[in-house]
């Protein structure tokens, strides 16, 4: 399951991501409907999902800031809204990564996309890792 940030509403990203991604895709607004969520509520939520990766544009609320666990995985893009258009390619590319391919693989890890390189650290090593 994919669970899109509620700034990614209106765009057509969970359309673009359906097209390729098996599994359900959903913004997190689904998850607890008629009601405000707070961005420190999100870790809670995703954790009464099966394994979900949460997609976020906003980066700065979220990379080293939010709490992770290996129940759900965090993907932050450094990128300006104006930009967000990008993100389902971006997104595909990142999960074809050997280290991010499977769900397996990305539970328990926050991963931020930036311009030119992707960075993450996870909940057994929070020593932050740009992938090659």
């Not at 990766?53 to 129940?71: C, M």
């Not at 971006?90 to 931020?112: A, E, N, P, V, W």
């Not at 311009?115 to 932050?128: A, C, G, P, R």
Request: aromatic letters at 10%; glycine letters at 2%.
């Amino acid at each position: 399951m994919i669970v899109l940030d509620e700034q990614l509403l209106g765009r057509d990203i969970e359309k673009q991501i359906a097209r390729w991604y098996q599994g359900a895709v959903c913004f997190i607004t689904d998850l607890r409907p008629n009601t405000v969520i707070k961005d420190d509520a999100i870790p809670r939520l995703l954790q009464q999902e099966n394994e979900p990766t949460f997609v976020t544009i906003n980066e700065s609320d979220f990379w080293r800031k939010a709490t992770i666990n290996d129940q759900f995985c965090m993907v932050c893009f450094a990128l300006p809204d104006s930009r967000a258009r990008e993100i389902p390619q971006r997104l595909r590319q990142l999960f074809d990564h050997h280290l991010f391919d499977t769900k397996r693989k990305r539970m328990g890890k926050m991963i931020r996309v930036a311009e030119k390189e992707v960075s993450y650290y996870s909940v057994d090593d929070m020593t932050v890792r740009t992938v090659e």
